[in-house]
T-cell receptor, first 114, second 112 residues
């Protein structure tokens, strides 16, 4: 089945710096790409998503970019703050999959130090 | 609105015991999901219910059964727990199958 590779697995930045997390995939029929933030002891929460007919989407300090040709999508967080510290998961949904399952990457632990 | 709720929050079982994890949502969503999360892994889909009255297997269904009790509730049953089922279990729901998924707080299960 489809696989999503997420890098890096851990990322440490200083407050105010930018953070970038990248995911690559192989199924060209993938058409929906959400990003989830999971804080300690909580369930994942959707922070931004993008569909395959869009190349970039922004929401305040967060942006997602999609390169369909290269089959990768990235999460960009600018002006990082300590409260951005969490585990971030990329995910995707493919039109080739039976049902509507999301396939998740293995996660990136982001640490923002002040 | 409470969103997606799960009970219990924590559970310890012995190998071979059975239990049911409960999930309920108050958002009038049609689709519901069960995932498991293991250290260093992403979330993997166990079962899902695209709409009331239907259930389908996900990526890792072996050792589990589900019941879509009604539109609000979707339960996950372990008939004979094994140590390999030690994990954190998340329930999620979405308005329809292709919409945003909302997750519950999780159930941390340990099988000894």
């Amino acid at each position: 089945g489809e696989n999503v590779e997420q890098h890096p697995s851990t990322l440490s930045v200083q407050e105010g710096d930018s953070a970038v997390i990248k995911c690559t995939y192989s199924d060209s029929a993938s058409n929906y790409f959400p990003w989830y933030k999971q804080e300690l002891g909580k369930g994942p929460q959707l922070i931004i998503d993008i569909r395959s007919n869009v190349g970039e989407k922004k929401d305040q300090r967060i942006a997602v970019t999609l390169n369909k040709t290269a089959k990768h999508f990235s999460l960009h967080i600018t002006e990082t703050q300590p409260e951005d510290s969490a585990v971030y998961f990329c995910a995707l949904r493919s039109a080739n999959q039976a049902g509507t399952a999301l396939i998740f990457g293995k996660g990136t632990t982001l640490s923002v130090s002040s | 609105n409470a969103g997606v709720t799960q009970t219990p929050k924590f559970q310890v079982l012995k190998t071979g015991q059975s239990m049911t994890l409960q999930c309920a949502q108050d958002m009038n969503h049609n689709s519901m999901y069960w995932y498991r999360q293991d250290p260093g892994m992403g979330l993997r889909l166990i079962y899902y219910s695209a709409s009331e009255g239907t259930t389908d297997k996900g990526e890792v269904p072996n050792g589990y059964n589900v019941s879509r009790l009604n539109k609000r509730e979707f339960s996950l049953r372990l008939e004979s727990a094994a140590p390999s089922q030690t994990s954190v279990y998340f329930c999620a729901s979405s308005e329809w199958a292709y919409n945003e998924q909302f997750f519950g707080p999780g159930t941390r299960l340990t099988v000894l």
